[in-house]
Nanobody, 119 residues
Framework: QVQLVETGGGLVQPGGSLRLACAAS????????MGWYRQAPGRQRELVAS???????NYADSVVGRFTVSRDNAKDTVNLQMNSLKPEDTAVYYC?????????????WGQGTQVTVSA
């Protein structure tokens, strides 16, 4: 069984910073990609940032220059540093990992953590 556990999130004022962390645990062979998605009320879930196990990162246009994704392959963790937060960043943020197990590669999700940007 594979589990993704997220920490971080909360309430922050516009212009502030938050850091999200996610740790994968369980039995698996590899995690080619880890990342973060978000879903605001009434909107579809969207990719925020992802990173491969060789460090290649991809960002949504709306967060370029403000958010930084990083991972520790030895610890199977991924982090999202969010700076210069805006009210439109308010959403539930979900950790995602594409994980290789005996039955192939599958998507796994964390439970979600709320990020609220408000004065």
């Amino acid at each position: 069984q594979v589990q993704l556990v997220e920490t971080g999130g909360g309430l922050v004022q516009p212009g502030g910073s938050l850091r999200l962390a996610c740790a994968a645990s369980g039995s698996f062979f590899a995690i080619p990609t880890m990342g973060w998605y978000r879903q605001a009320p009434g909107r579809q879930r969207e990719l925020v940032a992802s990173i491969t196990n060789n460090g290649g990162a991809n960002y949504a246009d709306s967060v370029v220059g403000r958010f930084t994704v990083s991972r520790d392959n030895a610890k199977d963790t991924v982090n999202l540093q969010m700076n210069s937060l805006k009210p439109e960043d308010t959403a539930v943020y979900y950790c995602n990992a594409k994980i290789v197990r005996l039955n192939g590669i599958n998507d796994y999700w964390g439970q979600g953590t709320q990020v609220t940007v408000s004065a």
